[in-house]
């Protein structure tokens, strides 16, 4: 019974703070709103006993959030705020778009028979799974992954520099 | 009814960042509705692993992978939108209109 | 174990690290100062900047001191002294840590003032510098121990310490601990040449929480040297739960006066000696560590 409910809690943390994060005119508050909604993503994450994954989710995206919250500080006009600019554009189409999202996965929500309510292996259990499907089947993922990673960093990097020598 | 309301969630959040990732002007603030977009694919996909398959660790590797992607997506970007400022002295994407028409 | 017998051992922990840093840095032992210095911080005016962000500002000293105990939470005391024992418990320490950097930035940004930003922001590039630091030896501990949990890692060290078979492991995560806890030489954040940094807008009750929740950084990180290193409750004559406190403490005096001998980094050396040289040591230690496991097998 306490499954629903603190999925719920979350749930509805985890949307209030996603619409803070776009009605907010200051830039820090809007970055560290954004990091509640991982949160309380994570936190459902612990909720649904994917033990491994809630805790990697609240531990990546807390500097991964911080770190976007030093790139708005650097690169917009009015980061604490303070001014009241209108930073928005086409509103009603994107408001429309955005509902329409919002309406498809919940008619597929409710309306699909999903069925379920299988058993679920302890959380040492799923650790010691999940390292025998990361190192047997899914290798080649992990690795084709690596390699991107490092490329993108390169190539991040690589983008960003000033000048070159 | 869990499942359903993990799935209601997951909507509502990928309707909220689609209207972000389309309503912003900001580099920035774009790449955040994209990331509570991700965080909203993230989300559907542990609840189905949980309550349709929780014998089948591919789903939790599946999380992984997009969680992954989302730090990448995002370093990547930020990458761009330093090149862009240095260039361009801004990042509002209404400025962007150099490959127009 | 009682959350509040943690609670009472935290406390009893951060007031014998204030006693052990003020003996590192004047060289007396002054048992009485950190009850006389807190009633007086508790006593002064709280005053608060004059367009603070409030919400931030009054949040941060609170978040620091409550992923401090968060992260304490899941180091063992004994094989059952233990407030919650998750199956990922190596992990979730190093999760609560780093809620300890978003605390410093809100700190940061939240008062206003030019030097509290630059102590907070460059607390987040000390971050990128010692993050991997602290998780690269963790992963290797956790490999001997062949599970995340932290019972399970002391108990990976009944024959030998960890820091006999790892020693580089240890080096950086205890390079990677004083970063994390913002001591000399990489106390940036917090230090007297940007009018105290972070700390500089805090004043009265918020002062002493934020320094309180320091205190219980030190400590927490302090455990975890000695549950991931150092044997944790293991050892010879004396029971487990007197082996444990004595080896925090030795840990924790060591922090506090070995790095006062050294002058401070500068920001850029500290990024480049850590991703230079640090993480290349650090996966030479994991793929030291798997090629002595599959060799002993």
């Excluded at chain 1, 329409?100 to 679920?120: I, S």
């Excluded at chain 2, 730090?71 to 240095?86: C, D, H, K, N």
């Excluded at chain 3, 400590?219 to 409750?233: C, D, E, R, S, Y």
Aim: charged content about 10%.
């Amino acid at each position: 019974m306490g499954q629903p409910i603190a999925v719920g809690f979350f749930g509805v943390v985890a949307i209030w703070f996603a619409i803070t994060v776009f009605r907010t005119s200051s830039m820090v508050r809007s970055a560290l709103a954004l990091l509640a909604v991982m949160v309380a993503l994570g936190g459902i994450f612990l909720a649904l006993e994917a033990e491994f994954l809630g805790v990697l989710q609240l531990m990546m995206m807390a500097s991964e959030m911080t770190i976007m919250a030093i790139f708005m500080v650097m690169y917009m006009m009015d980061p604490g705020g303070l001014g009241q600019m209108e930073m928005t554009h086409q509103k009603r189409s994107a408001g429309l778009v955005g509902a329409l999202g919002a309406l498809g996965g919940v008619t597929l929500a409710v309306f699909v028979a999903w069925g379920g309510g299988a058993t679920v292996p302890t959380p040492t259990g799923q650790l010691r799974l999940l390292g025998l499907e990361i190192m047997g089947r899914s290798m080649l993922i992990f690795e084709t992954a690596g390699v991107t990673i490092l490329v993108a960093m390169i190539a991040a990097t690589a983008v960003a520099i000033a000048r070159w020598r | 009814m869990t499942l359903t309301l993990c799935l209601l969630v997951g909507a509502v959040l990928f309707g909220i960042g689609l209207y972000g990732a389309f309503s912003q002007t900001n580099l920035v603030m774009i790449m955040m509705g994209v990331e509570v977009m991700l965080g909203a694919a993230m989300l559907n996909l542990v609840a189905f692993w949980r309550f349709l398959h929780p014998q089948a660790f591919s789903g939790q590797m599946f999380v992984l992978i997009v969680m992954t992607v989302m730090a990448l997506e995002a370093a990547v970007g930020f990458g761009l939108a330093t090149a862009r400022f240095r260039a361009k002295g801004s990042v509002e994407m209404e400025e962007a209109a150099e490959l127009k028409g | 174990m009682t959350a509040l017998l943690f609670v009472l051992l935290l406390l009893i922990g951060a007031y014998v690290v204030t006693v052990i840093e003020r003996w590192a840095v004047t060289g007396r032992i002054d048992p009485v100062a950190p009850l006389a210095g807190a009633l007086a911080l508790l006593a002064t005016e709280s005053i608060v900047p004059r367009r603070p962000d409030r919400t931030l500002f009054d949040a941060a000293p609170v978040l620091m001191l409550i992923s401090a105990v968060l992260a304490a939470a899941v180091l063992p005391l004994t094989s059952s002294g233990i407030v919650v024992d998750l199956a990922t418990g190596g992990l979730f320490v190093n999760a609560a840590l780093v809620y300890i950097m978003v605390a410093l930035v809100m700190a940061g940004w939240g008062a206003d003032g030019a030097y509290a930003m630059v102590g907070g922001w460059s607390f987040l590039g000390q971050l990128i510098a010692y993050s991997m630091l602290i998780v690269m030896p963790i992963a290797a501990v956790a490999m001997r121990a062949q599970s995340l949990s932290t019972v399970a890692i002391v108990q990976s060290q009944a024959s030998v310490w960890n820091v006999i078979t790892q020693p580089l492991g240890f080096v950086l995560f205890v390079l990677a601990a004083m970063g994390a806890s913002f001591l000399p030489p990489f106390d940036l954040p917090n230090a007297t040449a940007l009018a105290m940094g972070v700390a500089g807008e805090y004043t009265g009750v918020r002062l002493a929480v934020f320094r309180l929740g320091r205190l219980v950084l030190v400590v927490t990180l302090a455990t975890a040297i000695t549950v991931f290193f150092l044997g944790g409750w293991l050892g010879p004559l004396l029971p487990g739960w007197v082996w444990t406190p004595v080896k925090t403490l030795v840990v924790a005096a060591t922090l506090l006066a070995g790095g006062r001998y050294v002058p401070r980094l500068r920001q850029e050396h500290l990024l480049q000696w850590s991703w230079k040289l640090g993480i290349p040591l650090a996966l030479t230690n994991i793929a030291w560590v798997g090629v002595t496991l599959l060799a002993v097998r």
